[in-house]
C-alpha cells in the first residue's frame, strides 16, 4: 500500500518539476496578484480631477479651495468661466466633479447661510462615493470653523466646542488602506483556485492520456489514487499561501496579528471542500480546457460575492444568500479574522461550521462520484 | 508474487459468462479457455463484446451471471485479486510522456507492488526485454510509435504477471513496428507467459497459438488457426483474374454456388458454397458468360475467410465491410504482409 501512494505522490511531483512552466507560475502568480490587487486596485480613490467655476472670486472662495486640495481628495485642474463649460469639462471625462461656487458665496457666509454646488460625475460610482464623502465632510469642517469664529467674535469669549463630537476610530486598520483588508482575503481566494484547478486538471489529464485506465486495472485503491494526488496539491498550495503571506507582510505592512498554525489548519479544512469541487469537476468534464472552463465559473461568483471585493454588506439580499452559500465567504471571516484580529478558535468557530459541513459534503460525494465512475 | 493454478492448465476459464446492460447482452454465456503459456488471440469487430469480456477478466466488472477463473483466483469472488497478477496493456498505451523510460516503469512496478529490491533488476531486464537500452533517460513523450508501444508492453510486464491482457496493441503503429512487436510476444509467450490479444488485423490473427471469434456477445469458434481452417472452414476459397474484372464480379454473383465475392485489388476472390467445384469450372462459367478470364485457382482461406463464414449469409457483407473498416482505419498492412 505505502509503495502505490508513494508511487503516485512521487509521479505528480514529477509532473510538478517537468513542467516549469505551471510550476514558475503557481509561485509568481500569486505574487502578481497581491501587486495587482494590493497596491493597484485601491478603493480609496484620491486626487480626482476637479474643475471649479469661482464666481465669487473672494477670499473665502479660495480658502475653501485650499481645504479641498489639502484633503488630498481633489485635484483643481481646470478653472471654467462659466456653467456651460464646467458641464463640457464633466462631459468630456477631463473632471470628475465640478465646484460652483456662488457670486454672493462670502456675504452669505458671513450670514451663516452660504452654499456651493458639488457636482460628480456618478458614471464611476467609485470616485463617486470617495468624492461625495470627501466634499461632506470638507464642508462639515469649513461651517464648524466659520461657527467657531463668529462665537469667537461674540461677548461669550471662551474656547466654543462644537455641539456633537464623534470620534470614530478605525480599529485594524487604522489608515484605512485597501491592501490591508484585500491581501489576507486573495489569500483565500488564491487556495481556492489552486486547489480546484489543478486536483481538476490533475484527474482529467490521465483521463484524456488514457493512463487513468491503466491505473484502474493496476490493484492501486481509489482513495490511494485520490490521496496521492491531493497531497503534492496541498503542498504547492501552502507554498503559495506562505509566499503570499510573506509578500503581504514584508511588502505590504499587512500585520499578522494572529497564530499562523491556526491559520494553516484551518486552510486545510477550507481546501478539503476545494479539492472535493476540483474532483467533481473533473468527474464531469472529458477535457482539459473543460476542466479549466468549469473550474472559472466556480471562481467568479466566489470572487465578487464572498466579500473578497465588495462588502456583503452593501449586497442586496438575494446576492447574501447566495454569499452565505459561498465557503470562501467564511474562509475570508478566518483568514481576516487570524491576520487582522489576531483572533482565536473562540471566535472563528462560527465561520469553521459551514466549511466543515461544505467539506464534509462535498469531498464525500467527490469520491463516490469518483469511484462510481471508474467502476 | 505469482502463485501456482491450482490443478489446471488454464490460464483462463470462464462458464457461461454473461454480461448484460440493461436489455442489451454485451457478452452472452461465454465458454472461454486460455492455457497457460498460450499466445490465445481474441477476435471480433467492434461492439462484438471483446472489450466487456476484457474488462471482466481483469476484475473491473461483475458478470451478470456465470463466471470463471484467472490464474485460478474466482472472478466473482475476488475480483482485486485479479488486478495484482495480471499485467495489462491498452492501445492508448498509459505511458506519462512527462516521465522518462525508467520513471514510467519505476511508476508502474511501485504500483504493482514490485519489492523494492527486486525493483532495478527487473526495469533493466524489461528495458532489455523492449530493446530500450541507451534510451532510459529520454521521455516517452518523445518516443517514437514503435518505441512508445514496446515501452507500453514494458510497463505492464514490470512486475512479472504471467498473464497478460494485450488490448489492440498495434493499432495505428507502422508495419515493421508490429512485426517487431508480434516477435516480441511470440517469445515472452514461448517462456511461458500467456498472452490474450485483442485485434482486428487477420494476419495478426494467424500467429496465434489459439483463437476465439466472439461477435454478437458469443463465442462462436475456438480452436488452433489451422485446425479452425481443416475443421470448421469446409468452402473453397478461389482467386480470379479476369480482364473486366466488374464484369467478372457480376456474373459471379448471379451464380448460385458462389457465396461471397469480393474484389481484392485487381482480383476478385470467391468463397464456394459448394465443395465439388473445382477452379475450372468457375473458369467455364465465365467464358460461358462471355468474361475473358486469365486464371481461378484455389487459396488459403484467410481467418477473416474463417471469420465470416461463421455468420449467416445475410450478415456477411457487413461484417466484412465492418472488418476491413477496422483494418484501414488502423492502417497499413499487417506482420504477414508481404509473405
Known amino acids: 500500500m505505502a509503495s502505490r501512494l508513494l508511487g503516485i505522490i512521487v509521479k505528480e511531483f514529477i509532473h510538478l518539476r517537468r513542467d516549469m512552466l505551471a510550476l514558475v507560475l503557481a509561485l509568481a502568480v500569486p505574487v502578481a496578484m497581491l501587486f495587482i490587487f494590493g497596491w493597484a486596485i485601491n478603493t480609496d480613490v484620491k486626487h480626482i480631477p476637479t474643475a471649479v467655476f469661482d464666481q465669487s472670486g473672494s477670499l473665502e472662495a479660495r480658502l475653501f479651495l485650499e481645504a479641498m486640495v489639502n484633503s488630498q481628495y481633489f485635484e483643481l485642474g481646470r478653472r471654467a468661466t462659466s456653467q456651460r463649460e464646467l458641464t463640457r469639462l464633466i462631459d468630456s471625462g477631463e473632471a ?12 452669505r457666509l458671513a450670514r451663516q447661510e452660504a452654499s456651493i454646488q458639488v457636482i460628480v460625475d456618478a458614471s464611476d460610482p467609485q470616485v463617486a462615493t470617495s468624492a461625495l464623502n470627501a466634499a461632506t465632510s470638507l464642508g462639515a469642517q469649513r461651517s464648524l470653523e466659520v461657527l467657531t469664529q463668529t462665537l469667537e467674535g461674540t461677548r461669550l469669549g471662551r474656547q466654543p466646542q462644537p455641539p456633537v463630537d464623534v470620534r470614530v476610530r478605525a480599529w485594524y486598520n487604522p489608515d484605512l488602506v485597501s491592501a490591508i483588508f484585500i491581501v489576507p482575503g486573495l489569500i483565500g481566494a488564491l487556495l481556492m483556485q489552486t486547489t480546484i484547478t489543478a486536483m481538476a486538471v490533475s484527474v482529467v489529464r490521465e483521463r484524456e492520456k488514457g493512463t487513468l485506465e491503466a491505473l484502474i486495472v493496476s490493484p492501486i485503491r481509489r482513495w490511494e489514487l485520490l490521496l496521492g494526488k491531493i497531497v503534492p496539491n496541498l ?3 501552502f507554498g503559495q499561501m506562505t509566499m503570499a503571506l510573506v509578500v503581504a507582510h514584508y511588502v505590504f505592512d499587512v500585520p499578522i496579528r494572529g497564530s499562523l498554525a491556526l491559520l494553516y489548519a484551518l486552510s486545510l479544512v477550507f481546501m478539503m471542500g476545494t479539492l472535493g469541487v476540483g474532483i467533481l469537476l473533473s468527474t464531469a468534464s472529458r477535457t482539459v480546457p473543460q476542466a479549466m472552463q468549469l473550474a472559472f465559473l466556480t471562481f467568479l461568483p466566489s470572487i465578487y460575492l464572498s466579500g473578497l471585493l465588495f462588502p456583503i454588506e452593501g449586497m442586496p439580499t438575494g446576492a447574501q444568500y447566495l454569499a452565505a452559500i459561498i465557503p470562501l465567504t467564511y474562509f475570508l471571516k478566518i483568514v481576516r479574522g487570524i491576520i487582522l484580529k489576531g483572533v482565536g478558535f473562540g471566535h472563528l468557530w462560527p465561520s469553521l461550521v459551514p466549511l466543515v459541513i461544505f467539506g464534509t459534503v462535498v469531498f464525500s460525494l467527490a469520491v463516490l462520484k469518483f469511484r462510481k465512475q471508474l467502476d | 508474487m505469482t502463485e501456482p493454478v491450482p490443478g489446471s492448465d488454464h490460464a483462463v476459464i470462464t462458464r457461461a459468462l454473461t454480461r448484460r446492460f440493461g436489455h442489451r447482452v454485451a457478452v452472452d454465456h461465454l465458454d472461454l479457455q486460455v492455457r497457460s503459456g498460450e499466445l490465445y488471440g481474441f477476435l471480433g469487430p467492434n461492439g462484438a463484446g471483446k472489450s466487456t469480456t476484457l474488462r471482466m477478466l481483469c476484475g473491473l466488472l461483475e458478470p451478470s451471471e456465470g463466471g470463471g477463473e484467472v490464474l485460478g483466483i474466482d472472478l466473482v469472488a475476488e475480483p482485486e485479486r485479479i488486478k495484482s497478477v495480471i499485467g495489462y496493456m491498452s492501445q492508448k498505451f498509459s505511458l506519462y510522456d512527462d516521465l522518462t523510460v525508467s520513471e514510467n516503469l519505476t511508476f508502474y512496478a511501485r504500483v504493482y507492488m514490485v519489492p523494492r529490491a527486486a525493483r532495478g533488476p527487473r526495469i533493466a531486464r524489461m528495458v532489455q526485454l523492449a530493446d530500450l537500452g541507451g534510451r532510459e533517460g529520454q521521455l516517452a513523450g518523445t518516443l517514437s510509435g514503435g518505441y512508445r508501444q514496446r515501452l507500453a508492453l514494458a510497463c505492464a510486464l514490470v512486475h512479472g504477471p504471467r498473464l497478460v491482457f494485450l488490448d489492440e496493441p498495434t493499432a495505428g503503429v ?13 517469445r515472452l509467450a514461448d517462456e511461458g507467459t500467456t498472452i490474450l490479444v485483442t485485434t482486428h488485423y ?6 496465434c497459438d489459439t483463437l476465439g471469434f466472439i461477435y454478437q456477445g458469443r463465442l462462436i469458434a475456438q ?3 489451422a485446425s479452425i481452417k481443416s475443421t470448421t472452414f469446409r468452402q473453397p476459397v478461389m482467386e480470379v483474374e479476369a480482364a473486366d474484372v466488374r464484369r467478372a464480379a457480376d456474373v459471379l454473383a448471379d451464380w448460385e454456388v458462389i457465396e461471397e465475392v469480393q474484389r481484392v485489388g485487381t482480383r476478385l476472390r470467391l468463397v464456394v458454397g459448394d465443395r465439388q467445384l473445382a477452379p475450372a469450372d468457375v473458369e467455364r462459367h465465365l467464358t460461358l458468360a462471355g468474361v475473358e478470364t486469365r486464371w481461378v485457382q ?3 482461406p484467410s481467418v ?14 457487413r461484417l466484412r465491410e465492418q472488418l476491413r473498416a477496422l483494418a484501414l482505419s488502423s492502417e497499413g498492412g499487417g ?5
Not at chain 2, 507502422?174 to 511470440?186: A, E, H, K, M, T
Not at chain 2, 474463417?306 to 455468420?311: A, D, K, R, T, Y
Open chain 1, 235 to 237: 503542498v504547492v498550495a
Open chain 1, 96 to 107: 470628475k466633479v465640478g465646484v460652483v461656487i456662488p457670486p454672493d458665496y462670502a456675504r
Open chain 2, 174 to 186: 507502422d508495419p515493421v513496428s508490429r512485426r517487431n512487436f508480434w516477435g516480441l510476444i511470440r
Open chain 2, 202 to 207: 487477420m494476419d495478426e490473427a494467424e500467429l
Open chain 2, 304 to 317: 477473416e475467410d474463417l471469420f465470416v463464414s461463421f455468420v449467416d449469409k445475410q450478415r456477411k457483407a
Open chain 2, 335 to 339: 506482420p504477414g504482409e508481404g509473405r
Open chain 2, 223 to 225: 480452436g488452433a488457426p
Open chain 2, 298 to 300: 484455389e487459396v488459403e
